[in-house]
């Protein structure tokens, strides 16, 4: 029942608007993050503000699919950053519940604009062009992200969670492995379900 959607998901109107939504939402998680990069030394900016980048991509995948091309490398980064970053964000939210006993508007905002990241970055894998080389670069630098921020301490702020940073830093890890996993199964496995733009129109 699911591949009746995607000629929906392949229509420009729908592409375009969710174009213009990933836009205004990696501005806006730049914004979010305008206080912590202040702090940040310059060698580490790229690193920090880990789910606008992860859109970012997705904003590249989608200006190259309303252009009738791929990017197969942003399609790679775009699919294990958003599956990671969007998931990561859900978890720890639930986690400042759990500690705090609170969640807030903002909260619940932030858990499903992530949720509705990685889920976008799934959707659209049967369009997505990539070979084995791509998905190495995206793993590379999905883990490399990992030694920024836990190593040299440039995760993201949750002050509630601040005791607990050994036990996330390890969930982040294995949560980084399944991106991939998920990026290879949706993305780059042989016999996995594949259509294309010009097709879905």
Same mark, same amino acid.
């Given at each position: ?28 998680? /730049? #914004?979010?993050? @305008?206080?912590?990069?202040? &702090? ?8 920090? =503000? ?6 970012? +991509?997705? !904003? ?11 990017? =197969? ?6 699919? !294990?950053?958003? !599956? ?12 400042? +519940? ?32 990539? @070979? ?7 793993? !590379? ?7 920024? &921020? #836990?190593? +040299?301490?440039?995760?993201?702020? /949750?002050?509630?969670?601040?005791? #607990?940073?050994?036990?996330?830093? /390890? ?13 290879? #199964? +949706?993305?780059?496995?042989? &016999? ?5 733009? @010009?097709?879905?129109?």
């Amino acid at each position: 029942m699911i591949k009746r959607i995607y000629p929906l998901l392949g229509d420009r109107s729908v592409l375009w608007l969710l174009f213009w939504v990933n836009v205004f939402g990696t501005a806006y998680g /730049y #914004y979010w993050y @305008k206080w912590q990069l202040v &702090d940040t030394p310059l060698h580490f900016l790229f690193f920090v =503000p880990d789910s606008p980048t992860a859109s970012l +991509f997705f !904003v590249f995948v989608l200006g190259a699919f309303l252009m009738g091309k791929n990017c =197969p490398l942003m399609e790679a980064l775009a699919i !294990v950053s958003l !599956v990671k970053y969007g998931l990561w964000a859900v978890v720890m939210n639930l986690m400042v +519940f759990f500690v705090s006993g609170q969640l807030d508007w903002i909260g619940l905002m932030l858990m499903a604009s992530h949720f509705a990241m990685a889920v976008e970055g799934v959707l659209y894998a049967p369009f997505y062009r990539i @070979k084995p080389w791509h998905l190495i670069v995206a793993a !590379v630098v999905l883990l490399h992200n990992e030694i920024i &921020d #836990y190593v +040299f301490k440039m995760m993201p702020r /949750y002050h509630t969670l601040d005791l #607990y940073m050994d036990q996330i830093g /390890y969930f982040t890890f294995w949560l980084s492995i399944f991106s991939i996993a998920v990026g290879y #199964y +949706f993305a780059l496995r042989p &016999d996995r379900f594949l259509l294309s733009l @010009k097709n879905s129109r």
